[in-house]
Structure formats: structure tokens, C-alpha cells
């Protein structure tokens, strides 16, 4: 089983920037994928940017593309998701996510591993 922990989040105005950070426990890291996923107010989890595990191979959401960036550093264990231009509707629990690096990045709930205990994002206007 996989140990996932987020840390990083918080609450900035709309337009700023921020970094969330999720340290996995699991060795080898680059046995999985990884990705984002975050749940919005009253809303359904949804992916938000997923990676493959070279790190060579992202996805991302259209709503996030060209402002969010995910990356991994398979030498310290730990997936990044760094967040810029952040909008009111960015608000949500910000997830981390393994999964088996035989899925695709296309990723759904179903196909997840471990899920972290999740870390609250709050953009105000």
C-alpha cells in the first residue's frame, strides 16, 4: 500500500500562485503514475493533471492547461503541482493519486491505487 501525504495548501486571491507537494512512502516511486484530482464545492472529484512514471508524460485537464504544472522528483518520493494564475473556481481539496503505470494518464477513480487524505485550496476574488 502506498502512503500518500499533501502538504502546500492554503488560501491566496485570485490571480496568485501556489505550490502543493505530496510525499509518497512507497520505494520504488517510479513504479506508479501519479496525478491530481481535486473535488470542488459541492461538486464530483475530478482529474486535474496526471504524469507518467519517467515523468516524461503529463495530462491535463482543459481548464488548467497553460497555468498548471505537475512534476515529479523520483528521487525524493514526491509529486508537485505547481499553480499559477489561480481563478475562484479553482477552489476545491486538491488530492494526490497513485496509480499503476500500466493505466493510461487519462485517469478515473476506478483506477486509482492510494489516494492521499487531500489538501484544502482556497481562491478568493
Known amino acids: 500500500q502506498v502512503q500518500l501525504a499533501e502538504s502546500g495548501g492554503g488560501l491566496v486571491q485570485a490571480g496568485d500562485s501556489l505550490r502543493v507537494s505530496c510525499a509518497a512512502s512507497v520505494r520504488p516511486f517510479n513504479m506508479y503514475h501519479m496525478a491530481w484530482f481535486r473535488r470542488p464545492p459541492g461538486k464530483e472529484r475530478e482529474l486535474v493533471a496526471a504524469?507518467?512514471?519517467?515523468?516524461?508524460?503529463?495530462y491535463y485537464t482543459d481548464s488548467v492547461k497553460g497555468r498548471f504544472t505537475i512534476s515529479r522528483d523520483n528521487t525524493k518520493n514526491t509529486l508537485y503541482l505547481q499553480m499559477n494564475t489561480l481563478k475562484v473556481e479553482d477552489t476545491a481539496v486538491y488530492y494526490c493519486?497513485?496509480?499503476?503505470?500500466?493505466?493510461?494518464?487519462?485517469?478515473?477513480?476506478?483506477?486509482?491505487?492510494?489516494w492521499g487524505p487531500g489538501t484544502q485550496v482556497t481562491v478568493s476574488s
Open positions: 493519486a497513485a496509480a499503476s503505470k500500466t493505466k493510461g494518464l487519462l485517469l478515473h477513480e476506478d483506477d486509482i491505487h492510494s
Open positions: 504524469i507518467s512514471w519517467t515523468g516524461v508524460g503529463t
